[in-house]
């Protein structure tokens, strides 16, 4: 639940109780590459394999850039999570928007390791899904989970995505093509 949204011209923060969520600004850069640094092989454990040019500030810079490039363009929008009395601990997005008669996106997200169990993931998420029914207008959002990674399937579930079915071998990550659990949220107000 949204308990603060302050919109600026420059951007927008989404705040709940303990965190919030804010567009990557440039000044971002070193505190994106010091998380994905800390949490390399936690995060490549559930994402597409990553060369030794993704962990560098001009490649995290490049990131922030084309995020900014593609919320203009209606195509993704990139979030940083932040805790409200603390610094940058994850990473949420909208990606692969879809507008039309489908008004969709998928939905993606990483939280450093020794923030996972604490709610803040599911916060994140929930403050996502209120921009994206509310503010873009989208439909559905759907989000794939490797079955195995139970923490996730339940940050989803306790954010109202119910699920769908399983697509089987449909993402190659660390070189195997791996199962994904579909699941999916409908905007309560179509």
Do not use: C
Not at 44 to 73: C, G, H, P, W
Not at 87 to 112: C, E
Not at 161 to 168: K, T
Request: glycine share 6%; proline share 2%; charged share 25%.
């Amino acid at each position: 639940m949204v308990l603060h949204l302050k919109s600026t011209s420059e951007e927008s923060i989404f705040k709940s109780e303990n965190i919030y969520i804010r567009p990557f600004s440039e000044e971002d850069a070193v505190p994106l590459l010091q998380l994905q640094t800390d949490n390399r092989h936690f995060f490549e454990k559930f994402s597409m394999e990553r060369n030794k040019d993704f962990y560098t500030v001009d490649t995290q810079l490049q990131r922030i850039q084309a995020y900014q490039k593609d919320s203009s363009n209606d195509q993704s929008y990139s979030f940083g999570i932040f805790k409200n009395e603390g610094g940058l601990i994850g990473t949420i997005n909208l990606f692969q928007v879809l507008r039309g008669s489908l008004q969709s996106a998928f939905i993606g997200y990483f939280l450093d390791k020794k923030q996972n169990g604490k709610g803040y993931t599911t916060e994140a998420v929930k403050l996502l899904v209120d921009y994206a029914f509310k503010e873009l207008k989208l439909h559905r959002i759907e989000a794939g989970v490797m079955p195995h990674n139970i923490g996730s399937i339940r940050v989803l579930e306790k954010s109202g995505f119910h699920q769908e079915g399983l697509a089987l071998k449909n993402v190659k990550i660390n070189g195997k093509w791996e199962d994904h659990q579909v699941m999916a949220i409908i905007n309560p107000n179509d």
